[in-house]
Nanobody
Framework: QIQLVQSGGGLGQPGGSLRLSCVAS????????IGWFRQGPGKEREAVGC?????????YYLDSVKGRFTISRDEAKSTAYLHMGILKPEDSATYYC???????????????WGQGTQVTVTS
């Protein structure tokens, strides 16, 4: 069964950190790329970043998260991670992982999606 199962997130403090995990079943990470998206209340879903298996590195980071967020993956565990640091209240959103053969900034390009996980940054 092909699925992406997310975990992590929750409540974070400004300046703090959180880690989101995305376990991919039936989607070998050496073939499939994992993109991370977020959607705040009343906002469009936006691409946070994507790890490219072909490049062997992260292909893209949203400008507002550069230097604060890091995407990584563990192929042996079939798991991708979004490490969120120096959190800001504007990072509050529902975060999604998505899989596709290639990295794209458009959410419409992705075939498979995680269930989403809420991140709320507040003091």
């Amino acid at each position: 069964q092909i699925q992406l199962v997310q975990s992590g997130g929750g409540l974070g403090q400004p300046g703090g950190s959180l880690r989101l995990s995305c376990v991919a079943s039936g989607l070998p990470l050496h073939i499939w790329d994992i993109g991370w998206f977020r959607q705040g209340p009343g906002k469009e879903r936006e691409a946070v970043g994507c790890y490219s298996s072909g490049l062997g590195r992260t292909w893209y980071y949203l400008d507002s998260v550069k230097g604060r967020f890091t995407i990584s993956r563990d192929e042996a565990k079939s798991t991708a991670y979004l490490h969120m640091g120096i959190l800001k209240p504007e990072d509050s959103a529902t975060y999604y992982c998505a899989a596709q053969k290639g990295c794209y900034k458009s959410s419409g390009e992705y075939h498979y999606w995680g269930q989403g996980t809420q991140v709320t940054v507040t003091s």
